[in-house]
């Protein structure tokens, strides 16, 4: 049973940083796609950053320059370090992933697995 399971966020003040986690388990695809999401109050949830198995990351236009993802695959865990936060960036961010190598990494609807949720706040 595939679980992911997310940690690291927290209430930053703008310009503040954080380092989210997200632990996979359960997971033995040799390709896939991984990505981390967001939704805000009222919103829909919005691709922040993804990364494939055939080396492909993706940024939102919104958090280029600012954002990272990564993988460390021998501790099964998904990053995403977050920099020079606005309160625009507050919002749940969800971590998520789906079999296979190609494919658009930011679309919500193209992924399985989801975790349950990390809570980022930014305030000014």
């Known amino acids: 049973q595939v679980q992911l399971v997310e940690s690291g966020g927290g209430s930053v003040q703008v310009g503040g940083f954080l380092k989210l986690s997200c632990t996979v388990s359960?997971?033995?695809?040799?390709?896939?796609?991984m990505g981390w999401f967001r939704q805000a109050p009222g919103k829909e949830r919005e691709g922040v950053a993804g990364i494939g198995s055939d080396g492909r990351i993706r940024y939102a236009e919104s958090v280029k320059g600012r954002f990272t993802i990564s993988k460390d695959n021998s501790k099964n865990t998904l990053y995403l370090e977050m920099d020079s936060l606005k309160p625009e960036d507050t919002g749940m961010y969800f971590c998520?992933?789906?079999?296979?190598?190609?494919?658009?990494?930011?679309?919500?609807?193209?992924?399985?697995?989801w975790g349950q949720g990390t809570q980022v706040t930014v305030s000014s």
């Open positions: 998520a992933a789906v079999q296979g190598a190609l494919g658009t990494l930011l679309v919500p609807s193209r992924y399985r697995d």
């Open positions: 359960g997971y033995t695809y040799s390709t896939y796609r």
